[in-house]
T-cell receptor, first 113, second 118 residues
Framework: DTEVTQTPKHLVMGMTNKKSLKCEQH?????MYWYKQKAKKPPELMFV???????INESVPSRFSPECPNSSLLNLHLHALQPEDSALYLC????????????FGQGTRLTVV | AQKITQTQPGMFVQEKEAVTLDCTYD???????LFWYKQPSSGEMIFLIY??????QNATEGRYSLNFQKARKSTNLVISASQLGDSAMYFC???????????????FGKGTKLSVIP
């Protein structure tokens, strides 16, 4: 199983809503990532978890709150988002070694209205 | 300074022809990995091919191959016998071989949009 599964695939939310994005992998990878990608731009790293602990937070606003409940699951909790937060949110996982590829999910297309 | 540079925003190639997508990188580390990903309009990032800094031979995977020139810090992707399904964004990326969290980060270039013409 070399899949990273993200749900939902599409999400429309209001600026006062609270929602969560979910990501799951069963490859035994100990590093998991959230990326944000705007149209026609490369993915931008938001958070990295290693061994279920937050390792990197790229100065992301607190309205994005990551959570790693166990080694297979990664959540991104969303609250009070702005329209400019509309983007494709990609989850990825990888082994911890620098010479291994990261596997990406299909992404969640988020629209904030 | 950008760590990964892709200078071709868009490329066109005739079906069944070969195409080369350029990528240069910047790192002071001796250990690093270079990756190419394909992103169709559906959004999924698909891993294509990998080249390690210590690899002496150019990587190949089916119709994909890399022209790795370490001294010039470049790793160009060659797609042979292009197919219509190859139309997508292509990203070059790097992981640096540092200890701890420094090795986790995958840094992407700006990408090249490839269009295959029938």
């Amino acid at each position: 199983d070399t899949e990273v599964t993200q749900t939902p695939k599409h999400l429309v939310m209001g600026m006062t809503n609270k929602k969560s994005l979910k990501c799951e992998q069963h490859m035994g990878h100990r590093a998991m990532y959230w990326y944000k990608q705007k149209a026609k731009k490369p993915p931008e790293l938001m958070f990295v978890y290693s061994y279920e602990k937050l390792s990197i937070n790229e100065s992301v606003p607190s309205r994005f709150s990551p959570e790693c409940p166990n080694s297979s699951l990664l959540n991104l909790h969303l609250h009070a988002l702005q329209p400019e937060d509309s983007a494709l949110y990609l989850c990825a996982s990888s082994p911890l070694d620098w010479n291994t590829e990261a596997f990406f999910g299909q992404g969640t297309r988020l629209t904030v209205v | 300074a950008q760590k990964i540079t892709q200078t071709q925003p868009g490329m066109f190639v005739q079906e069944k022809e070969a195409v080369t997508l350029d990528c240069t990188y910047d790192t002071s580390d001796q250990s690093y990995g270079l990756f190419w990903y394909k992103q169709p309009s559906s959004g999924e990032m698909i891993f294509l091919i990998y080249q390690g800094s210590y690899d002496e031979q150019n990587a190949t995977e089916g119709r994909y191959s890399l022209n790795f020139q370490k001294a010039r810090k470049s790793t160009n992707l060659v797609i042979s016998a292009s197919q219509l399904g190859d139309s997508a964004m292509y990203f070059c990326a790097m992981r640096e071989g540092r200890s701890g969290a420094g090795s986790y980060q995958l840094t992407f270039g700006k990408g090249t949009k490839l269009s295959v013409i029938p």
